[in-house]
């Protein structure tokens, strides 16, 4: 079975630092779907940036980067020039292309603060 | 704001009520997902419909059930409620089934069972 995992329940970075934050998963699927989830204290999930397992460029969105090493299984995000508005949770994902199921497994989160 | 809505946002209620949760997805979406989140943990997949038909189950209970009805719009139902089955549930949605499409979430509705 597919799994995600988070380790880092929380980290903090100084506004316009630059932080990363980690993710490991776990599966035999050679071709899937990965994606960081931010959550603000309003609790709307918002897309950040995702992946294509079979495409070997890093996606980037404007600061939000990941660094996708599929054979290590990471999928990290780096946030660069960090503002106050980053401040959430962050959730990385894993989705399955397999049509037959439907597997979205979601990491713990991590907490992101941002320090003036 | 994604464009999906979900009412109520909050629902206090006893244990063993029944109570039902309402998602309307984006204008032209087919597609409706339903999600739990306990505190300050991931989101767990419940049930997802495509275009009125149930197209796939996650850890969804005995307990729960929902529907998609005609208009789209989507209800989950939970029932003989537990301490355990408060949370934050989540409706997405999106324009097709397959992982290509990105799903827009919903603001949420937090459930408190007492």
């Known amino acids: 079975a597919q799994t995600v995992t988070q380790s880092q329940p929380e980290m903090s970075v100084q506004e316009a630092e630059t932080v990363t934050l980690s993710c490991t998963y776990d599966?035999?699927?050679?071709?899937?779907?990965l994606f960081w989830y931010k959550q603000p204290p309003s609790r709307q999930m918002i897309l950040v940036i995702r992946?294509?397992?079979?495409?070997?460029q890093n996606a980037t969105e404007n600061r939000f980067s990941v660094n996708f090493q599929k054979a290590a299984k990471s999928f990290s995000l780096k946030i660069s020039d960090s503002q106050l508005g980053d401040a959430a949770m962050y959730f990385c994902?894993?989705?399955?292309?397999?049509?037959?199921?439907?597997?979205?497994?979601f990491g713990t989160g991590t907490r992101l603060k941002v320090l003036a | 704001d994604s464009g999906v809505t979900q009412t109520p946002k909050h629902l206090i209620t006893a244990t063993g009520q029944r109570v039902t949760l309402r998602c309307s997805p984006r204008?032209?979406?087919?597609?409706v997902y339903w999600y739990q989140q306990s505190l300050d943990q991931g989101l767990q997949f419940l049930i997802q419909?495509?275009?009125?038909?149930?197209?796939a189950k996650g850890n969804i209970l005995e307990r729960f059930s929902a529907q998609q009805f005609p208009d789209l719009h989507s209800e989950l139902n939970l029932s003989s409620l537990e301490l355990g089955d408060s949370a934050l549930y989540f409706c997405?949605?999106?324009?097709?089934?397959?992982?290509?499409?990105?799903?827009?979430f919903g603001p949420g509705t937090r459930l408190t069972v007492t």
């Open positions: 599966t035999s699927e050679s071709d899937y779907y």
């Open positions: 994902a894993y989705r399955s292309t397999d049509s037959g199921t439907y597997k979205y497994i």
């Open positions: 204008s032209g979406d087919l597609s």
């Open positions: 997405a949605s999106s324009v097709g089934t397959g992982v290509a499409y990105e799903q827009y």
């Open positions: 992946q294509e397992a079979y495409k070997q």
């Open positions: 419909y495509y275009n009125g038909e149930e197209r």
